[in-house]
C-alpha cells in the first residue's frame, strides 16, 4: 500500500474527538476506540480534562471499548489524564509504530476493524491506525481557549503534505 493510502482517514471530524457521537460508532460498526491524549482529549499545555470530554467520555463508553495510547513520554502527565477519565493507559508509544497501539487492541478483544484509532495527527495517528487495518478517525486538535493560533504547526505541515498526496480531508461524517 502507499502512503498516500496510508495517510487517508476514514472519518474526518469537523470538530474535535467530543463531536463523536455513539450514532457515528453504530454507522460505521465501531466497538472500542484508541484515542490519543496531547491535542485530542486534552491541549498540550493543560493538565486537566475538561467538563466536556469528560461528560463525552461517560456517554461513549456505554457503546464502546476505551484505551488511551499517547507518545508523550511523560507517565505522569498521561497518567494523570487516564485516572481522571477512568481509562487504561499506554504512553511513550512511538506512533506509527504499531507495538503499543495492536497491545490496547489485544485487550480489547475485538476484531481491529472494529476497533478505531481516533486522533488529531496524519502521519501518527492516522497511519498508524492504518496500518493496522483499524477504522481511522482525525479529530480537530483540542486546543485551548486562550493559546494563540500556530499557523505553522506541524499539524498544518502534516495536512499540506498530505493533502498534497492526494489524501481528501473533506469532512466525512
Ligand atoms: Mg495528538
Same mark, same amino acid.
Given at each position: 500500500?502507499? !502512503?498516500? @493510502?496510508?495517510?487517508?482517514?476514514?472519518?474526518?471530524?469537523?470538530?474535535p #474527538?467530543?463531536?463523536?457521537t455513539? %450514532?457515528?460508532?453504530?454507522?460505521?460498526?465501531?466497538?472500542?476506540?484508541?484515542?490519543?491524549?496531547? %491535542?485530542?482529549? #486534552?491541549?498540550? $499545555?493543560e493538565?486537566?480534562v475538561?467538563? /466536556?470530554?469528560?461528560?463525552?467520555?461517560?456517554?461513549?463508553?456505554?457503546?464502546? =471499548?476505551?484505551?488511551?495510547?499517547?507518545?508523550?513520554?511523560?507517565?505522569?502527565?498521561?497518567? @494523570?489524564? =487516564?485516572? @481522571?477519565?477512568?481509562?487504561?493507559? +499506554?504512553?511513550? =508509544?512511538?506512533?506509527?509504530?504499531?507495538?503499543?497501539? $495492536?497491545? @490496547?487492541?489485544?485487550?480489547?478483544?475485538?476484531?481491529?476493524?472494529?476497533?478505531?484509532? #481516533?486522533?488529531?495527527?496524519?502521519?501518527?495517528? &492516522?497511519?498508524?491506525?492504518?496500518r493496522?487495518?483499524?477504522?481511522?478517525? !482525525?479529530?480537530?486538535?483540542?486546543?485551548?481557549?486562550?493559546?494563540?493560533?500556530?499557523?505553522?504547526?506541524? $499539524?498544518?505541515? /502534516? &495536512?499540506? +503534505?498530505?493533502?498534497?498526496?492526494? #489524501?481528501? !480531508?473533506?469532512?466525512?461524517?
Amino acid at each position: 500500500m502507499n !502512503l498516500e @493510502a496510508h495517510l487517508q482517514p476514514n472519518l474526518v471530524l469537523d470538530g474535535p #474527538v467530543t463531536r463523536l457521537t455513539p %450514532e457515528i460508532l453504530q454507522k460505521y460498526q465501531i466497538k472500542g476506540l484508541v484515542l490519543d491524549v496531547d %491535542e485530542t482529549l #486534552v491541549p498540550i $499545555r493543560e493538565q486537566k480534562v475538561s467538563p /466536556e470530554v469528560l461528560d463525552w467520555i461517560v456517554e461513549i463508553r456505554q457503546v464502546s =471499548a476505551l484505551w488511551l495510547v499517547s507518545n508523550n513520554i511523560s507517565q505522569s502527565r498521561i497518567a @494523570a489524564i =487516564a485516572q @481522571a477519565v477512568d481509562v487504561p493507559y +499506554l504512553f511513550g =508509544a512511538r506512533k506509527p509504530s504499531r507495538r503499543k497501539v $495492536r497491545q @490496547a487492541v489485544e485487550q480489547m478483544q475485538l476484531p481491529q476493524n472494529q476497533v478505531a484509532m #481516533v486522533g488529531d495527527r496524519l502521519f501518527t495517528d &492516522v497511519l498508524v491506525g492504518n496500518r493496522l487495518g483499524m477504522f481511522s478517525i !482525525l479529530v480537530e486538535p483540542m486546543i485551548s481557549p486562550t493559546a494563540t493560533p500556530r499557523p505553522y504547526s506541524l $499539524r498544518n505541515v /502534516e &495536512v499540506a +503534505l498530505s493533502q498534497w498526496l492526494g #489524501v481528501s !480531508l473533506k469532512i466525512t461524517q
